[in-house]
């Protein structure tokens, strides 16, 4: 078997918080013991409701937090900033300077990356994200869809091998949800790996080869698509029968 891209062992967060008029703080677990495994070239699922702790798996994969147990690997080996630069990242909610348009943006990545800035490369990355057409447009005039493809071109500059998009598709209308599943399409066609966090499940049966569930901070299933809805019944249905399965 090949060494898995991303993985998580048995991963723990723990958040403290004071409680109302109170001076002590409320322990409360955010992540239980994370177990997952995102292999070369597949696009892997991150299914989860709102507030199941997806983003903060995400911000531990990045370092952008860490865990309280376990351990978080990019590409078979601890966290290492050389690693992170083959990761490309887009937020759920990606923020922009309002009054840049997108080739300026694209620039502005390039820098960030210290990659050269060519005029081709970044032609093709607009073309790729459906956004050539609406280049010399300032930000403040995109809607949440054409951002949302900005920042997988953000993303893509590097042409990193492993891409972590959280909620990609999230507000998104059919047409915007559809432009993203093409791209995420030909990443892996492009050999990639991609590794993204939704609880939109049409997209997940359209686009992913395996898929995670959390639920409370806790992984209640890993695996294929197959395995996960083997009788084919409708997805949807399959996925609130297991949160229930989850209820005391």
Known sequence: MAEPILEFVNVSKVFFHNTLNSDFSRRKEILSGINLKVERGEIYGFVGLNGAGKTTCIKIALGLSHSDSGEAKLFNAEFSEANLRRVGFSPEKPEFYEYLNAQEILDFSFRLAGIPIVPEKKQSLLETVKLWDDREKQISCYSKGMRQRLSIACAMSSCPELYIL???????????????????????????????????????????????????????????????????????????????????
Do not use: Y
């Open 166 to 248: 959280d909620e990609p598709s999230s507000g998104l209308d059919p047409l915007g949800r559809r432009a993203v599943k093409d791209i995420l399409k030909e990443l892996k066609k492009d050999g990639r790996t991609v590794f993204f966090s939704t609880h939109i499940l049409a997209d997940v049966n359209e686009i992913c080869d395996r898929i995670g569930i959390l639920h409370n901070g806790k992984m209640i299933f890993e695996g294929k698509l197959k395995d996960f809805n083997p009788s084919n019944e409708d997805l949807e249905e399959r996925f609130v029968k297991l949160l229930n399965e989850q209820t005391p």
